[in-house]
């Protein structure tokens, strides 16, 4: 078929990763290679900022700053949490389509990449199926991004492998810490990470654990009810063996009535999802007051999705690939499909196994806001801690260091200059 | 004077850190080199186990464990907060200064170290006193261990400039994370540290602050009252000026009545300090309540101490120089003193500025129970913000990292066989 002559819009949304930069490097760079594509431009704050206009000009960036993107957390074009609701909002949602189209034919965008979660693949959903609809010509792709891991048919999403690096390697810091305290009646810990209603994150930690007395010893995910009497009895379990316990809980547990423990029911976000905080001071409340052992908590929060001192170099490999992916997809006329991840395990002549990861696609409509949760039989019987399954998983996301830039003892990050290009329509109605 | 002959006895005391381990293996690599020095023993736990004779033979270990230690969290013998506290119990004093002084005799303990914070120089003062008033002679160096940073006299304490690399690095990457989310009203995120009373720690992250917009906006100090009005309108023209505004709290920040606005206090250590919990959440609270701003928090709790992933080079050589320094003192004859940090500014030819580190020594009394507080005159007037001062002092701690040996995506931490030697008394009395 013949080439799709245009420019190229891309954009973030949803919660930033270690990642999700790295696979707009990924679109960035591939993108040069294609004399189809004229102008690579850069959303701000994902849809939320394209409705105002408020788009830069990726090619007045230095080369060196895009390059070095890859090694810096967060979302360098910005990112958002605007939804096109059709279902709460129609009127509303037809407008932004509609301002959406307009500014796709004021900047001759027939390119759109849009990097991000279930919400985020939903919207492409939309944006592609509405293109078809006004005969727009447009190519729309999802990159998949989420530290939450809970996309259906990709291997997982950027952004995992690094949330997964830094926070098992905190479960083996703060356990060596705890661990070394004398106490006669023993201590314990609780380590709060992310995870709504899925629990890969906290599953993931299980890979700290080296031998059988290693924390964690135990891991709470939002996809096992909680049973306080039973988490009770394992927690003396474990400190009456090892002194102390390591307990890593995912920030959505619930209970048996389907309520998260932590919730704090006064906040609501733009989705609709309760904002969760406190599984972690809830739980330690709960061992402190039943069980009389000193426990203390962390809570990681945006510091374990940012963490890219310690990022996982295999993960911003795939990040980049999935980028590139995405462009030679649409370069070749696919629209409507997310990159997803595919993980090819080669066995060589001695029997040595190792990863080789490739792409491929899939629909965007098998994506969005579907939701991939831990597999049961991939946790013990107990369902306190993740089995061998999780951790042949899990681990080969971790490895690798990144060539991250320090300067006085601290890490470069880098940030886009952001040129906005003029822009050519009315300001958008409040 | 003739040198000493006898064994070696070394015990880490109080809150663990990544460096307390890297001065126990500048203490036991400096005693290998004296010849008056026989067996190098380590106290389990500290004075706790060294008082039910928990005692290990550190000639038993690998070479290369005890190298490696250097680059290990968390406190490898084993630490305690047991007091001998000759005020509130005088029996359980006196008879623990006997048992102490018969296991000191029964295995020929001549040389005592012991790595702690201001209680733990406080023990040592007393086993010095002790040990004089008994006539028997014993050498008692104290080797200085706080992430708090206040023991005075010194220029530092080893375990804060890791504290200080890894909690900057954190405020640098929830700040680009935060800030890159769009929000029509703003939003807040307070990190909260550790710091009873002591400010150290929340202050040193201002050399997060490469560019005056850059994060922490607010850093809040148990040395200043906290005054929520102020603290609001603060808030308020952070947000207003670059749509977020990221906090750093020391958990122990006060009210003007002088209580801890995040205090719990149903709980209460072995020293009688009240334990704190929640003060990011307090202030998250009064953010959200009063501003209607969303605001989010982050309580790194132990993981600030243990995290030896991203620990200062600087910190662990001086810890391993202040270990050997209190050997050499010691075989000397000195006893009764801490060692301290000794900071060189030198400037050479080029008028370019490097520092030196060295070593002198201080009396223990001049340290037992003394407290170091961040002086008011490194601070900005309205006391929300450290000022050069404070980023001239705390810069140079944070420089380089360690060559951490990494296997399957993860640190590699070194631990100690700990075989107990013969105990020779009968077992400590309840």
Redesign the interface.
Known sequence: MAELNGNLLVAQSGG?TCAINASIVGVIQEAGRHDCIEEIYGG???V??ILREDIIDINDEKAKTIDMLKY?????L?????KIDFKKKPEKAAKDMDRLFQIFEAHNIRYFFYAGGNDSQDTSHKIHLEAIKRGFELHVIGIPKTIDNDLPHTDYCPGYGSVV?YN???V???G???????TDDGSC?I?EVMGRSAGWIAAGTV??KRKPEDPPHIILLPEIVFEEEKFLAKVKEVVSQYKYCIVVAGEGIKNASGNEIGADD??VDAFGHKLL??AA?KL?QIV?NNLGTKT????????Q??????A?L?DIKNAVMVGGAAVKAAVEGKSGFMVKIIRNVITDDNGKQRIEWGTDLQPLEDIANAERLVPRDWLSEDGFMPNEKMVEYA?PL????LPLP?K????C?Y?LEKSLIEKKLPPMEA
């Open positions: 930033p701000l704050n994902g939320y900022g810096s957390p967060a979302a360098a910005g990112t958002c949490r605007y690096k098992a390697t905190t083996m810091e703060v060596i810490d705890v661990g070394c305290m004398a810990c380590i890979i700290a006064k906040l905080s406190g001071d330690a402190q203390r908590t962390v809570k990681l929060g945006y510091a999705r940012a963490a890219g001192h310690f996982s295999t681990r971790v490895e690798g260091e320090i006085d003892g601290l890490p990050y940030r």
